[in-house]
């Protein structure tokens, strides 16, 4: 009995996703639609509709055409009114907060200015707390319900632990236990990869190329992201421009990172929009180092595309306010070492969400995982 | 009916590769045994059983313990005297062909030594048709049907056209029809990484290095190659270790080919032999040579761990032989450069099969093929 009854949740678990899933993909359906499309009976499928009804994940309206014979019925569609998603960050210079909602789209956006460098992480986590419960309150009194979280930290992430975020100057921290939720913690550039396809180009093959103190890569193929063995794939920043070039950080010599991270461009400056000021202003020096940053950022990727074979490159964080000075050296250096071996290389564009991508894709990786797992996520 | 009739033999073609696939995995198994792993019933299994028995793919003997009530039964298991594959290989050098049976033990092994560098596509060609009409023939007089082949070619490769083999000299060049069969062509690199899984070093999680006039490298993640959005990853050899370096014949500079292929290491001497019998004596210049050109892969690796985090290093081509002279270099410096920022670099093994991977890893992927698609590649 106990084994036939979990069979059948199981069961129900997986038709309820199956539902769910083929109304988020292909759009309003009638159920005699829905229960064409997924093989199921339209019994199945009204009890199904009805579950995710009461969890707020779909509504009914609009009369489409449907079922076997093309008879108008009742569309079931995808909801935004309840179901919502937190997405979090921790970047070196603020915290930031969004919430999602199940149609994907931004309801909430908070951030907070803070410099976190070699920061105490109990500190910087309460912060976050605080931030969290502002968020949630304002999100709860739009009628919203938070189905889980994730955040973005510019790190190494393991089993819901920072390993190393070097910049943070934090080593193993538990993160994982921010909100009582469903709750994920990943790379800031993975998770920027996927705000990009979600939120930004909706591109499914690309490498997004996250420029901030630290340089970080997430590859997307097949509209999923590439994580490696044990998920520190797309370290962009320490791939080696100069095998004798000056030393970095991480005990290499001629990273990127020393040509073409935050530090290196801004030199003395206090921010990147001051360095945009001056390049808009013609200043040399200033030229001089987009331009040099950018034939270093091109040689990195240079060997990224031979090793990754991305689709197209897709600059993003500080790259992107300083894409017009940046961009032309990129592509230069890309087309003159790539186009003899592969005919035309893939085309460089700017984010289309900037800064916003890392805390949009925490939010949309929990979208996904409702619309993978109604049934856990929804409580259903 | 029609449709009906449809889904029946989609149902049975998918039921045998059920069935397959768990005497593959799990070894010798009874036919209730069966019934009971794959939940179809023991009628379905014993006619099934009854296909793959007709076909050659299994056999029976030998008492195993099964059922649900644990008595001894028939086991059945893979057979090796009648399925098998052909592998093919065209390289610089040679050209080579292997038969595997289906429990991938190597049964035959061939190469015709040939000097195939800037060659005309067309005789290299009738070159291998003879070659595999006599390896089918000796396979077939040893009992064994060939179910399929694959052929490894050192370039890239798209829909069965070899689009770039630059040493070959080779530009869109259709090999997909070398035998009435089902058959494919893949980069000779991906090939020797699947052979390296299936019959060298049978990890899950490496990135086999192909040390050959060019260099490419195969990653495998989870016991699957890794191969980018269009199938060009993992092209190593153009990865850049000094972005201001000597030029390379790919219109790049300071590639790692120019530092660590086979021509670099070579220098004036005729064959890699030569080189290590001046190793072995102890030669100052070779010991250098092999130094240098173990540093600059050690510095390629570096990048490569970077965006790929690979789970350990195999080398692989010519750098079997010289394993002795160039491992040593390459980890020092990955210890060097990566030490710091994840812990321990992935360790750097030597290829257990060496330059038989490629070939073998072709025949390796079509018993893969058998085992997945069995109704297909059988005719059942």
Same mark, same amino acid.
């Given at each position: 009995m106990t084994s036939r009854g979990v069979r059948h949740d199981s069961m129900r678990a997986r038709n309820l996703a199956v539902v769910l899933a083929a109304i988020h993909r292909s759009g309003p359906h009638t159920r005699a639609a829905l229960a064409e499309r997924t093989g199921l009976t339209k019994t199945t499928v009204s009890s199904l509709v009805a579950d995710?009804?009461?969890?707020?994940?779909?509504?009914?309206?609009?009369?489409v055409r449907g079922g076997e014979r093309g008879r108008p019925g009742v569309a079931v569609r995808l909801s935004g009114r309840r179901v919502a998603a937190l997405g979090l960050e921790v970047n070196i210079d603020y915290l930031a907060a969004c919430v999602v909602d199940l149609t994907r789209t931004v309801r909430l956006r908070r951030t907070v200015?803070? +410099? $976190?460098?070699?920061?105490?992480? @109990? /500190?910087?986590?309460?912060?976050?707390r605080d931030l969290?419960?502002?968020?949630?309150?304002?999100?709860?009194?739009?009628?919203?319900?938070?189905?889980?979280?994730?955040?973005?930290?510019?790190g190494t992430v393991e089993d819901g632990v920072l390993?190393?975020?070097?910049?943070?100057?934090?080593?193993?921290?538990?993160?994982?236990?921010l909100v009582e939720l469903p709750f994920a913690? +990943? $790379?800031?550039?993975?998770?920027? @990869? /996927?705000?990009?396809?979600?939120?930004?180009?909706?591109?499914?093959?690309?490498?997004?190329?996250?420029?901030?103190?630290?340089?970080g890569a997430g590859l997307v193929v097949a509209g999923e992201v590439f994580r490696g063995t044990f998920g520190l794939a797309g370290e962009l920043g320490h791939v080696v421009v100069a095998?004798?070039?000056p030393a970095c950080r991480c005990g290499g010599r001629g990273c990127l990172e020393v040509y073409a991270g935050q530090d290196a461009l801004l030199g003395a400056l206090p921010s990147v929009s001051e360095l945009v000021d001056r390049l808009k202003a013609g200043d040399r020096q200033a030229m001089e180092t987009c331009e040099r940053a950018g034939r270093a950022l091109g040689v990195a990727l240079t060997s990224a595309v031979h090793l990754l074979d991305p689709g197209r490159i897709v600059l993003g964080g500080i790259y992107e306010p300083l894409f017009p000075w940046v961009a032309g050296p990129v592509a230069e250096v890309l087309e003159a070492r790539l186009a003899p071996m592969r005919g035309a290389p893939p085309s460089v564009v700017v984010s289309r969400i900037g800064g916003d991508a890392a805390v949009l894709g925490a939010a949309g990786l929990v979208i996904q995982q409702v619309i993978a797992e109604p049934g856990r996520m929804l409580g259903l």
């Open positions: 995710l009804l009461e969890a707020g994940a779909v509504t009914e309206g609009g009369a200015r803070a +410099d $976190n460098r070699n920061s105490d992480p @109990a /500190l910087v986590l309460t912060g976050l969290v419960k502002e968020t949630v309150a304002q999100a709860e009194a739009e009628g919203l319900r938070i189905a889980g979280g994730a955040l973005a930290v510019p390993r190393n975020a070097p910049h943070l100057g934090w080593r193993d921290v538990r993160v994982a236990d913690v +990943d $790379n800031e550039a993975n998770l920027a @990869a /996927l705000g990009e396809l979600w939120f930004g180009c909706r591109d499914a093959d690309f490498l997004y190329v996250s420029g901030e103190i630290g340089i095998g004798d070039g």
